[in-house]
């Protein structure tokens, strides 16, 4: 038998019920945010994702899916979203009439990772993109976006931990630092570190292997080294955060996998039992160089992402059932299949007008169909005999009072939406 390929996984059932009102809840607040849905391709020039998530991190030099189409182009399954949105900015001139461009997308992102609990090869990231202001109010605002949504799907034990990396000049400044630090203990550090040493050594802090090491519980701290301005930025972002009321925790250690950040840094994360230690469930920032170092103009931005798969598991972990109310407004119950006719003539009218239906598709018998009753639970019955269809009328039965009544073809729609509305009253 062929098997789904490896850290992929495939969504029915329960879960898919989930991930449609997850669907439904983004959009929503979404709107409540003023973002606009953007949609671009699943695969992008390889050289996107180089230049843009950066040629030192992780996901650029061991997690890419790259490959060349039949045309002989270099071509990346996308690993995330950011690039391939600021490439859309660029290349649509969205930035013509110095607007600012606030955005939304879902959908899945590529990387080849070693599967574990949480970690996929195809998994789907909800997240929001906001270019064209340096505001620090607008870093509070997309902060804001995934500790609403979480607080809406009734997560309780969450956490803001938020950092600056500060602008050229700090980094530039810190990046001596953590030389001269890190120097002495070359030897200790794994042969990832060593090289990171060499061309981005901010990433040594991020390391999965040497994480455990007192040395880098006692690198020097980004926060140590911002400029006046950069302190003032990371100061507003925070103060913005109080005045909404959302907690958070400063730490210097976040300094994020992708190499386009720029003053704020954050990630959420939450304790959930099965991941060996808390669980990153979001992350984001400001990236104010990535517009133009992909050639845009200079364009301040900001964004996060958050994982779907992360978010289930720990919305199982915290019992959490966000199933959508989707009860089934009519059940159809012809007696005979001649009755079908006027069975799907019914059933393609009250979808028409907004009722969810469906009938037997298997062939059952009017007994066996009665029996299914109690799983499929629609809030009404239509039963359709032979005398219903001669005279253009249905039996209609209130699964829950079980009162039955018969009424003509040209009542229906304006009998349910009547009951519907005793039923939400
Ligand atoms: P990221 O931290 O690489 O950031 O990913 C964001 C989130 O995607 C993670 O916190 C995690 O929930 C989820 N995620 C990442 N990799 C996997 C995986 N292999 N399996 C399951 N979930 C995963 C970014 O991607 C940036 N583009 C975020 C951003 C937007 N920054 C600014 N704008």
């Known amino acids: 038998m062929i098997q789904r390929p490896k850290g992929t996984y495939d969504v029915y059932g329960n879960m898919s019920k989930k991930i449609l009102y997850i669907r439904k809840l983004m959009t929503s607040l979404m709107e409540k945010y003023n973002y606009e849905y953007f949609r671009t391709p699943l695969f992008e020039a390889s050289e996107l994702f180089h230049r843009g998530v950066g040629e030192t991190s992780d996901i ?6 790259d490959f060349k189409d039949r045309g002989d182009r270099n071509l990346t399954l996308r690993p995330e979203g950011t690039a391939g949105i600021v490439r859309s900015y660029i290349e649509n001139k969205m930035y013509g ?3 600012i461009v606030k955005c939304w997308y879902f959908g899945p992102m590529y990387r080849y990772e070693r599967p574990q609990a949480g970690r996929y090869r195809e998994f789907y990231q909800f997240g929001v993109e906001a270019m064209g202001s340096s505001d620090p109010a607008l870093d509070a605002e997309v902060i804001s976006i995934p500790v609403n949504f979480y607080k809406l799907l009734g997560l309780k034990d969450v956490k803001v931990k938020i950092n600056s990396l500060g602008d ?3 980094r530039l400044k810190y990046k001596d630092a953590l030389l ?5 203990y070359l030897d200790d550090l794994c042969d ?3 090289e990171r040493f060499e061309k981005n050594p901010l990433r040594i802090l991020d390391c999965k292997i040497d994480n455990h090491l007192d040395i880098m519980q006692k690198a020097p701290k980004i926060t140590d080294y911002l400029n006046e301005e950069s302190q003032k930025h990371f100061e507003a972002v925070i103060q913005y955060l ?3 009321d959302i907690e958070y925790e400063i730490d210097p250690n976040i300094v994020r996998g992708l190499d386009y950040y720029t003053h704020t840094v954050f990630e959420v994360e939450a304790n959930v039992e099965g991941f060996g230690k808390t669980c990153v469930l979001c992350g984001g920032g400001r990236y104010d160089n990535l517009v133009s170092n992909l050639g845009g103009p200079d364009t301040k931005a900001v964004g996060f992402a958050l994982g779907l798969e992360r978010l289930l598991t720990i919305l199982d972990a915290e019992k959490i059932d966000i ?3 989707n009860q089934l407004d009519v059940y159809m119950i012809p007696m005979d299949s001649k009755q079908k006719e006027y069975a799907l003539k019914i059933l393609n009218e009250l979808r028409m007008n907004g009722f969810n239906v469906d009938m037997d598709y298997m062939g059952r018998s009017f007994k066996s169909n009665l029996k299914q009753l109690d799983r499929i639970n629609p809030k009404f019955i239509i039963i359709i005999g032979e005398e219903e269809e001669r005279n253009n009328l249905l039996t209609i039965k209130n699964n829950q009072t079980k009162t039955e009544e018969k009424i003509s073809y040209n009542q229906i729609v304006d ?3 009547d009951k519907m509305k005793d039923i939400e009253d």
Request: glycine share 4%; hydrophobic share 25%.
């Open 60 to 65: 650029v030099t061991k997690e890419t899916y």
């Open 97 to 99: 009439n110095g607007n």
């Open 168 to 170: 050229l000049e700090s």
């Open 180 to 184: 001269a630090y890190f120097r002495p």
């Open 192 to 194: 990832d570190c060593k």
């Open 242 to 244: 109080k005045a909404m």
């Open 323 to 325: 199933d959508d109310d």
């Open 415 to 417: 009998y349910l939406d």
